[in-house]
């Protein structure tokens, strides 16, 4: 199987900000949120960013909102 990772499209970079920095507040609290959100943008300042790393945490974030959803 070929991988390919490519960076995120800028039009997506702000609302995947927001979408991350909700359901972590939604699942744990603001503070959470806010943490979650520096720790994404951080790692988007990084000079050698690496796109699966940010595709980690909206992947978890996702998941976290789908089963909360189901439960």
Request: charged letters at 35%.
């Amino acid at each position: 199987m070929k991988r390919i990772i490519k960076a995120m499209e800028k039009k997506y970079l702000f609302s995947s900000l927001e979408l991350v920095q909700n359901v972590f507040t939604e699942y744990d609290s603001a503070e959470e949120g806010k943490l979650v959100r520096q720790l994404v943008e951080e790692i988007r300042a990084k000079r050698y960013y690496i796109p699966i790393a940010e595709c980690n945490i909206r992947l978890r974030a996702c998941n976290e909102k789908v089963l909360d959803y189901l439960l």
